[in-house]
């Protein structure tokens, strides 16, 4: 199992940057998806998440900023980051919760980091 992280990079404060995470390889199902974000020195840190039924939430610090879907056709998750800060630079993780198999059980699976950096 894969999760492939694409979408960051440079943004003017104000701007907007859309992550994507698609999750590949052999697996029953996705439960949820979930991006988070990490500075060096500090620990990792919930930006957003979304069920498998669609049902969200957000850090407080990204609410009204930040949108969270997620497309089950294509096991794919993105974060639609609108109204970008300087404090929004760091690195996002995608995370996914999968069962391998039918009735198994259910593991967390964590994408390579993407580096957003947003400029003043």
């Known amino acids: 199992v894969q999760l492939q992280a694409s979408g960051g990079g440079l943004a003017q404060a104000g701007g907007s940057l859309r992550l994507s995470c698609a999750a590949s390889g052999n697996f029953f199902s996705i439960n949820a998806m979930a991006w988070y974000r990490q500075t060096p020195g500090k620990q990792r840190e919930l930006v957003a998440a979304i069920t498998s039924g669609g049902g969200t939430n957000y850090a407080d610090s990204v609410k009204g900023r930040f949108t969270i879907s997620r497309d089950n056709t294509k096991n794919t998750v993105y974060l639609q980051m609108n109204s970008l800060k300087p404090e929004d630079t760091t690195v996002y993780y995608c995370?996914?919760?999968?069962?391998?198999?039918?009735?198994?059980?259910?593991?967390?699976?964590w994408g390579q980091g993407t580096n957003v950096t947003v400029s003043s």
């Open positions: 995370n996914a919760d999968l069962r391998i198999v039918r009735n198994g059980r259910i593991r967390s699976y």
